[in-house]
């Protein structure tokens, strides 16, 4: 621990974030997914326009992954969310007066997340035909 800080082991250790803190670390978690999601898919691209062979199967490799159904749930979980938290911040942020509504918005935004995402998910992961 820094000395300036001057936050003692437990006090650290007993911090409960809450729903914020919470909000804060899966929308970098999703943003992380999305810059690895879409770096995948530009380097699976790169080998399989490259030379036959041995690039080939790394750009199969590459697309068999991010083409699984855990990894595409993931996928729509980083984008949904991300999307939907950023639109939350970006909306608190225009109308500064609303910042008294933190909570209400983030309870919001997970009562348009939860269906948007959960009915798809679903669907993905019974492998049912739309």
């Known amino acids: 621990m820094?000395?300036?800080?001057?936050?003692?082991?437990?006090q650290f250790l007993a911090y409960r974030g809450g729903q914020p803190m919470l909000a804060w670390l899966l929308h970098r978690i999703s943003g992380i997914g999305i810059v690895f999601f879409v770096s995948m898919h530009v380097i699976a691209a790169f080998f399989l326009y490259g030379v036959k062979g041995t690039t080939?199967?790394?750009?199969?490799?590459?697309?068999?992954?991010?083409?699984?159904?855990p990894m595409q749930v993931f996928i729509l979980f980083a984008v949904l969310y991300h999307a939907l938290n950023g639109l939350r911040i970006v909306?608190?942020?225009?109308?500064?007066?609303?910042?008294?509504?933190?909570?209400?918005?983030?309870?919001?935004?997970?009562?348009?997340?939860?269906?948007?995402?959960?009915?798809p998910a679903l669907l993905m992961i019974t492998g049912a035909k739309v």
């Open 2 to 10: 820094s000395k300036f800080a001057r936050v003692t082991i437990p």
């Open 56 to 69: 080939g199967d790394i750009a199969n490799a590459l697309t068999a992954f991010y083409e699984d159904t």
């Open 91 to 119: 909306i608190l942020d225009m109308w500064p007066v609303l910042h008294r509504f933190h909570r209400e918005a983030m309870w919001v935004q997970w009562a348009l997340f939860l269906p948007t995402f959960l009915l």
